[in-house]
T-cell receptor, first 113, second 113 residues
C-alpha cells in the first residue's frame, strides 16, 4: 500500500449505530488530519494530530471521537450521528504540522439514515 | 478573516480548449497559495503551489502565478484533456494562522471529447 488509505470507502449507518472510520498513511508523516467535505461548503478541518497528540479540535460535536494510536493510524469513532453528518470524510497527512503540503486519502462516503 | 474565493462552476470545455479558473484571496499575512485537484472518487491531490509574490507554480501543463497586487492565483492550462475533468480547489496557508489550509469552494471542470 502506498500513500494514504481509508476504510471503508462507503458506509451507511443509522442514527443509533456506532461505527469507526480508519485511516492509514504509508508516507512516514507525523501529522494527520480529519476533514469533512459537504456539497457547496468549503472543506472543514475537524481534527489535527501531530506526533500522536491532538493539536486542534475545531468545535466538532462529541458524537465524533478521534483516536491516533501512532503516527501512521488515525480513527474517527462515530456514534448517534445525525442525517446532516452525511458527507465525505477525508483523512490527510503531512510531514509535520508545520508543513503546508498535505496528502489525502480517497475518503469515506458516509450516509446517515 | 482569511478567505479564498473561486469562480463558480461547473466549467464545461471541449478538448484542447484554454482553461482559466479564477481564484482571489484575502489574508492578513503573506500566505502561500495552492491548487489542489480532486478526480472523481478520489481524495485531493496537490497540483501546484507558490510561496511568494510573482512565483509561478506549474505541474502537468497547469500554471498559476501569485499576484500580490491583485491578490489572485488564477489557474490556467493551454490545452485541456478529457482526463483533466475534476474539481479544482484553491487554498491558502500562512504561518500566522498556524499553517491551516483555508479552502475555496471548488470549481468543477468537465472536458468533452
Amino acid at each position: 500500500e502506498t500513500g494514504v488509505t481509508q476504510t471503508p470507502r462507503h458506509l451507511v449507518m443509522g442514527m443509533t449505530n456506532k461505527k469507526s472510520l480508519k485511516c492509514e498513511q504509508h508516507l512516514g508523516h507525523n501529522a494527520m488530519y480529519w476533514y469533512k467535505q459537504s456539497a457547496k461548503k468549503p472543506l472543514e478541518l475537524m481534527f489535527v494530530y501531530n506526533f500522536k497528540e491532538q493539536t486542534e479540535n475545531n468545535s466538532v460535536p462529541s458524537r465524533f471521537s478521534p483516536e491516533c494510536p501512532n503516527s501512521s493510524h488515525l480513527f474517527l469513532h462515530l456514534h448517534t450521528l445525525q442525517p446532516e453528518d452525511s458527507a465525505l470524510y477525508l483523512c490527510a497527512s503531512s510531514q509535520d504540522r508545520g508543513r503546508y503540503e498535505q496528502y489525502f486519502g480517497p475518503g469515506t462516503r458516509l450516509t446517515v439514515t | 478573516g482569511d478567505s479564498v474565493t473561486q469562480m463558480e462552476g461547473p466549467v464545461t470545455l471541449s478538448e484542447e480548449a484554454f482553461l482559466t479558473i479564477n481564484c482571489t484571496y484575502t489574508a492578513t499575512g503573506y500566505p502561500s497559495l495552492f491548487w489542489y485537484v480532486q478526480y472523481p472518487g478520489e481524495g485531493l491531490q496537490l497540483l501546484l503551489k507558490a510561496t511568494k509574490a510573482d512565483d509561478k507554480g506549474s505541474n502537468k501543463g497547469f500554471e498559476a502565478t501569485y499576484r500580490k497586487e491583485t491578490t489572485s492565483f488564477h489557474l490556467e492550462k493551454g490545452s485541456v484533456q478529457v482526463s483533466d475533468s475534476a474539481v479544482y480547489f484553491c487554498a491558502l496557508s500562512w504561518a500566522g494562522n498556524n499553517r491551516k489550509l483555508i479552502w475555496g469552494l471548488g470549481t468543477s471542470l468537465a472536458v468533452n471529447p
